[in-house]
């Protein structure tokens, strides 16, 4: 195992600067920072633990922990992994990588240097980030995502067939005109769900037409907009299936300030992380995912390995369910239509 005297050495300063550099303190310039990380990581160097390891696991983000856009799923999620790592005594701590993660550090280093045996990684697309640091080799899970590379730990939801099951839902009540809200962050769940989408109405023979199919971050305001759009149409939808629960709330509170009604005169579908769909007016028709087993199944399973009482990969997607409720109903007669002054035109 690499030593601090011994990168002190290679680098050619004192041991001191070693030990600044690595916990980046200011007064290192920043040129001998990297040169001293880039020893560290070619030597191996991790920092020295106490002889009983803290039982602490890290969540980790990589950029802002939590947003308010995030919804009701992170809070769900998060009282999940409380109750996983309980289990085995753990305690648990959030990590931004953003922030904290020096340029060119490893992330076994940099993991240790927070002082966490193992993590929970949030990837929110993140591209390879999960790989990287099975890579390593340093124990991690991903929550809410999913890997194709073998040996990378996760545990997810299945969107995809219950996506099937809600624009179905729709069709069956005679719409033809659904338009899909996606959301802007297209992780793995975010791509079943618009898969979902495509292949009901491929399935139902319906022509997919792009301008049904609007990008829209997840939050209220992104809802009210994509309302605005899909009905400002020259041919405008009749339904909507809306990835994410902030999105779908803000879509049911537009047609409330429009004088539209759901679902009289429009249909909404929504996705739903926790108990959302039971606050709204009407309760709205969702699939609906259990966040808070997932950041069980994630704690429990990442704590127990590190404990050595769980062995080889561990990969598990969950199914989502489809939920009907007071949101969706017969395609009307005639669809409503909005202005570009803001006015809804009823009939022909």
């Given at each position: 195992?690499?030593?601090?005297?011994?990168?002190?050495?290679?680098?050619?300063?004192?041991?001191?600067?070693?030990?600044?550099?690595?916990?980046?303190?200011?007064?290192?310039?920043?040129?001998?920072?990297?040169?001293?990380?880039?020893?560290?990581?070619?030597?191996?160097?991790?920092?020295?633990?106490?002889?009983?390891?803290?039982?602490?696991?890290?969540?980790?983000?990589p950029s802002d922990p939590v947003r308010t856009s995030f919804g009701d799923f992170e809070s769900a999620m998060l009282s999940g992994i409380l109750q996983g790592i309980n289990e085995q005594s753990f305690d648990v701590?959030?990590?931004?990588?953003?922030?904290?993660?020096?340029?060119?550090?490893?992330?076994?280093?940099?993991?240790?240097?927070?002082?966490?045996?193992?993590?929970?990684?949030?990837?929110?697309?993140?591209?390879?980030?999960?790989?990287?640091?099975?890579?390593?080799?340093?124990?991690?899970?991903?929550?809410?995502?999913?890997?194709?590379?073998?040996?990378?730990?996760?545990?997810?939801?299945?969107?995809?067939?219950?996506?099937?099951?809600?624009?179905?839902?729709?069709?069956?009540?005679?719409?033809?005109?659904?338009?899909?809200?996606?959301?802007?962050?297209?992780?793995?769940?975010?791509?079943?769900?618009?898969?979902?989408?495509?292949?009901?109405?491929?399935?139902?023979?319906?022509?997919?037409?792009?301008?049904?199919?609007?990008?829209?971050?997840?939050s209220p305001e992104g809802g009210s907009e994509t309302i605005d759009r899909v009905l400002g149409l020259d041919d405008p939808a009749t339904a909507i299936y809306i990835t994410t629960p902030l999105s779908t709330i803000?879509?049911?509170?537009?047609?409330?300030?429009?004088?539209?009604?759901?679902?009289?005169?429009?249909?909404?579908?929504?996705?739903?992380?926790?108990?959302?769909?039971?606050?709204?007016?009407?309760?709205?028709?969702?699939?609906?995912?259990?966040?808070?087993?997932?950041?069980?199944?994630?704690?429990?399973?990442?704590?127990?390995?590190?404990?050595?009482?769980?062995?080889?990969?561990?990969?598990?997607?969950?199914?989502?369910?489809?939920?009907?409720?007071?949101?969706?109903?017969?395609?009307?007669?005639?669809?409503?239509?909005?202005?570009?002054?803001?006015?809804?035109?009823?009939?022909?």
């Amino acid at each position: 195992m690499a030593s601090v005297r011994k990168i002190a050495k290679e680098v050619g300063v004192s041991v001191a600067t070693v030990s600044r550099a690595l916990n980046d303190h200011p007064e290192v310039n920043i040129e001998t920072k990297q040169k001293v990380i880039d020893v560290a990581n070619r030597l191996g160097y991790v920092p020295a633990m106490s002889r009983t390891p803290a039982n602490v696991v890290g969540l980790v983000y990589p950029s802002d922990p939590v947003r308010t856009s995030f919804g009701d799923f992170e809070s769900a999620m998060l009282s999940g992994i409380l109750q996983g790592i309980n289990e085995q005594s753990f305690d648990v701590t959030i990590v931004n990588l953003a922030r904290d993660k020096q340029p060119g550090e490893s992330y076994t280093r940099f993991f240790r240097r927070k002082g966490v045996r193992g993590v929970i990684l949030r990837a929110l697309a993140s591209g390879s980030l999960a790989e990287e640091i099975v890579a390593e080799g340093f124990p991690c899970i991903i929550v809410a995502d999913r890997s194709t590379q073998a040996g990378v730990n996760y545990v997810c939801g299945d969107s995809r067939l219950d996506s099937v099951k809600a624009v179905e839902h729709l069709i069956y009540q005679g719409h033809k005109r659904i338009a899909l809200g996606a959301h802007t962050v297209m992780d793995t769940d975010h791509r079943d769900r618009e898969a979902g989408y495509l292949e009901a109405l491929d399935k139902h023979n319906i022509a997919i037409d792009r301008d049904l199919v609007v990008p829209l971050p997840s939050s209220p305001e992104g809802g009210s907009e994509t309302i605005d759009r899909v009905l400002g149409l020259d041919d405008p939808a009749t339904a909507i299936y809306i990835t994410t629960p902030l999105s779908t709330i803000g879509a049911l509170h537009r047609c409330l300030e429009l004088g539209v009604h759901v679902p009289q005169e429009f249909s909404i579908v929504g996705f739903d992380d926790s108990d959302v769909r039971k606050r709204t007016f009407p309760p709205y028709t969702a699939v609906c995912q259990n966040a808070e087993q997932l950041g069980v199944e994630a704690a429990r399973w990442l704590t127990r390995a590190l404990n050595g009482n769980a062995v080889g990969s561990f990969q598990v997607r969950h199914p989502t369910r489809f939920e009907i409720n007071g949101s969706t109903g017969m395609r009307p007669k005639h669809p409503i239509r909005l202005r570009p002054d803001g006015m809804v035109i009823r009939g022909r």
